[in-house]
Structures are given as structure tokens and as C-alpha cells.
């Protein structure tokens, strides 16, 4: 039985057998779940609530951070990790989405759709994102989308194009929304890829249960010119382990999280730090921004937080930890590439319709040249965009070295994501302005696909 088979009526409980399930089916089958459960009829998205430490949008607030759950750390020694292994080569150039990937885009398109798109104005407004809309995602398993099997997870390969066309799906519906479902995974995805074994055995599991922890990938910093490479938080050896200071910024559901990812520089490089939430010299505020609201940024204040000294991402040799946060910074980039993509797509298909409809001295206004120029222009960039990051999300997938697609991704889906932010307001004139329309919040939003850093993770 195929995988597709399995997911139509008559498969058992919906998912495939073990023999039958590929890399991207376990992933499909985990999501499968969503069109199987009653979750789309029953999500009622209500009007946004003021939420406890939100409240203050216009003001901000500034609180401890919350205390973490109890990670096990019970019977880890000797107990091995697990790496997905890197997808295979077939040496064919060949961007098109498999049968079962287009699966799994249906799904995640169907939950962007009837989920996060009705939800995206009022968390907007609200910064932050509806509890309803956070556990759907983590109905349809997004946390564990790169877990290795073993561990609860659903991956047997590298899954970056899996991630990359998840996130595009998502953006779709709301990029801070999907920013904010996405943040546990992207926790995830890193103790995955570099973790050693103790801290995979320790936190994976968590995640991999009905009830993942909060998690933030914590790297943009407030500071002029910043360089992700060369963070300016530090960390200092001490006898027993390490002590971070300094701050960080645009941290997705900062206020919530029980775990982050910590960048700082140790001994003249970068490095991942395990920070559990709750520990002494954690400070969390609010941190709203132009866009990305509903993903309920903060700012992470660390004033001499202590950490032990098996809390570096990749262990604690220095070459190897470096490697693992220089990739985890381009797997970064390309995610938000995948959620400009995403965005874009929204503007893209939103006006088409519009332009068509509205009139202006007796005839559609896309019937001039002009208009109908921009929406094509909007249309040929928006796929050099995707075609780029799907290039690059192939090559992480395959273990290959991802420096220069990465870096071209990103430079085409900064500048013109924004464009085709821009041309989207206005296409729509007036309309374009107004909060009726929510054109005006993509543009917001993809004014951040050149500047974020962290947060999520393919």
C-alpha cells in the first residue's frame, strides 16, 4: 500500500505502515491527522482577547522569564542520538514537488486557510496569536516535522524542502501566525541536527508529545549594522559551565517559552546555547514591531545567566559548535525566504481578482498597460523567488553546501518581496491604505523577510 493510498478511505487509521512511509510520508501521515479530526469545524476564531502580558501593546511590558517544565534528564548517558540522514541525489534537476509533497501543501494550505487567515487582524492587533489557532498547529504536528523518527518525530531524511514548503503554505494564511506555530519546531529542528545525544534524549521527547514546550531560535540583536555571525551577546567559561549577557530581540512568543537558542560569541565564535526558561538573570519585554505581530515578539534580556557546561548546541568543541550555528544562521534565512514567498503569493492573488473588478472611467483597471505590467512583474519575480529558495532548500536537504544559494535567495526575496509588498498597496489605491484591506499588513510584514534572523528554521 502506497502512502497516498493509506491517507484515502480505506487506509488503516489513516496512515501508512512503516514499510510504506518514505521521508516526506511521515510527515504526511502526522499531518493527515488535521482532515481526519474535527478541528476545522469546531475552531470557532473569536474576536481577540487582551491576553495577560500583551496587554500593552502601546506600552510594553517586562516580566521574568516563565518557568521551564522539567526536561528528563533521567537515563541519558550512554543512550544514543539520531541524525536525519541526507535526502539522496539523484543527480536530476527537478524542483517540482513530489506527489506526496503536494499532499502535505494541500494540508498545511487547508489549516492557512480556514485557521490563520480568519485569525491573522485581531492577533495583529493584539500581538499575539489565539490559543485556538497555536493548537491546531500542534494538532497537525508542526514541532516535529524534523524530529528523527526515534525520537517521536516523523523525519528519516533531512527535511529543509518539507519545512520550505510548509512555511510558504503557511505565510499564506499569516506570516506572524505561521511564525508562532513554526517557533517550537524550529527549537526542534536544531537539537535534531546538532544536539548531542544527551540534550537530544533530554528535550526531543517533550516535543514530540500532545503537549510541546514553547520554544524561540533566539538570534536578531538591537544593534545598528547586526551581524549574525558575530553576536555581540557573549559567554564566559566558569568552573562549572558558562554565563551569558547581553540582549536579544525579535524573539517569537519570547513571554511563553520554555526552552530557547540562545546565539552568542564564546571565545572569539558563535554559538548555540540550551537557556531553559525560568533561569536566574532571564528577562523578557515586549518587543512589537512594525511587522510580524501576531508571532508576539520580545526582547530576551540576559544579565549573567548561568548555564552548564553541557548547554553548548553541538557539544563543546569549538570547530564543530561554530559549524553548527553558522548553518543554523543560512537555515534561518532561507526559512524566512519560504515565508516571503508565501507572503508574496497572498499579495499576488489578492489583487489579480481585484484589478479585474474594479472599474475607473468604465473599465476594469486592468485593462491599462501599466496595471496589468505590475501584476505580471509581481507574478515573473515571486517565481525567481520561490525557484531560488527551493534550489537552496534541495541542496540543504542533500547536505551540500548552501552558502551562495542561500545568500542569493535571500537577497532576491529581501528586495523584491518588498516590492511586491509596495505594488500591492498600490494596485489598491486608497484601499491599500486601510486596514479593510490586508494588503497594508503583508507590506508590513515583508519589510521583515531582509532583517529577521532566527525564529524559524528549515
Known amino acids: 500500500m502506497t502512502l497516498l493510498q493509506s491517507l484515502r478511505p480505506g487506509g488503516r487509521h489513516g496512515l501508512a505502515t512503516t514499510e510504506s512511509r518514505d521521508p516526506i510520508g511521515y510527515a504526511v501521515a502526522a499531518l493527515a491527522r488535521l482532515a481526519q479530526s474535527d478541528v476545522l469545524d469546531r475552531l470557532g476564531i473569536r474576536k481577540q482577547t487582551e491576553q495577560a502580558v500583551f496587554t500593552a501593546t502601546r506600552g510594553g511590558f517586562r516580566t521574568i522569564a516563565r518557568a521551564s517544565r522539567a526536561f528528563d534528564r533521567s537515563g541519558t548517558k550512554g543512550t544514543p542520538g539520531a541524525r536525519p540522514a541526507d535526502a539522496p541525489r539523484t543527480g536530476v534537476f527537478d524542483l517540482t514537488p513530489s506527489e506526496d509533497e503536494q499532499l502535505l501543501v494541500d494540508v498545511v494550505t487547508e489549516l492557512a486557510t480556514d485557521v490563520l487567515r480568519p485569525a491573522a487582524a485581531g492577533a495583529d492587533d493584539a500581538c499575539a496569536a489565539p490559543d485556538d489557532v497555536l493548537k491546531a498547529g500542534l494538532e497537525v504536528g508542526l514541532p516535529i516535522l524534523g524530529l528523527p523518527e526515534s525520537l517521536g518525530g516523523v523525519a528519516q531524511e533531512r527535511s529543509a524542502v518539507a519545512g520550505a514548503l510548509v512555511a510558504e503554505a503557511l505565510a499564506k494564511g499569516d506570516l506572524g501566525l505561521a511564525v508562532a506555530s513554526l517557533a517550537p519546531g524550529a527549537v526542534a529542528t536544531a537539537i535534531g541536527l546538532w544536539g548531542t545525544d544527551a540534550q537530544q534524549q533530554t528535550y526531543l521527547p517533550a516535543f ?26 557573549s559567554a564566559t567559561r566558569t568552573a562549572d559551565g558558562f554565563v551569558l549577557e547581553g540582549v536579544k530581540s525579535a524573539v517569537p512568543r519570547g513571554a511563553d517559552a520554555e526552552l530557547f537558542v540562545v546565539g552568542a560569541t564564546l571565545d572569539e565564535r558563535p554559538v548555540l546555547f540550551l537557556v531553559e526558561g525560568g533561569t536566574a538573570g532571564l528577562e523578557i519585554e515586549a518587543d512589537p514591531a512594525m511587522g510580524v505581530r501576531a508571532a508576539g515578539l520580545c526582547k530576551l534580556h540576559l544579565r549573567e545567566v548561568t548555564v552548564p557546561a553541557d548547554a553548548v548546541l553541538g557539544g563543546t568543541d569549538g570547530t564543530t559548535s561554530a559549524q553548527a550555528y553558522v548553518e543554523c544562521v543560512r537555515l534561518s534565512r532561507l526559512a524566512w525566504c519560504a515565508l516571503g514567498v508565501g507572503v508574496g503569493q497572498a499579495v499576488l492573488d489578492y489583487v489579480t481578482p481585484y484589478v479585474k473588478e474594479r472599474e475607473a472611467f468604465g473599465e476594469p483597471i486592468a485593462h491599462r498597460q501599466s496595471v496589468a505590467f505590475m501584476v505580471a512583474n509581481m507574478a515573473i519575480e515571486l517565481q525567481a523567488m520561490r525557484l531560488l529558495t527551493w534550489k537552496a532548500a534541495s541542496r540543504a536537504a542533500a547536505g551540500k553546501d548552501v552558502a551562495r544559494e542561500v545568500a542569493l535567495a535571500r537577497r532576491l526575496c529581501a528586495d523584491r518581496g518588498m516590492q511586491i509588498g509596495l505594488d500591492g498597496v498600490q494596485l489598491l489605491g486608497g484601499h491599500g491604505f486601510v486596514k479593510e484591506h490586508p494588503v497594508e499588513r503583508w507590506y508590513r510584514d515583508l519589510r521583515a523577510i531582509g532583517v529577521m534572523e532566527g525564529g524559524v528554521l528549515v
Not at 508529545?209 to 551577546?233: C, I, K, N
Open 208 to 233: 514530540a508529545g500532545g503537549d510541546a514546550p514553547v520554544a524561540a531560535l533566539a538570534l536578531t540583536e538591537p544593534t545598528v549594522l547586526f551581524d549574525a555571525l558575530r553576536p555581540s551577546t
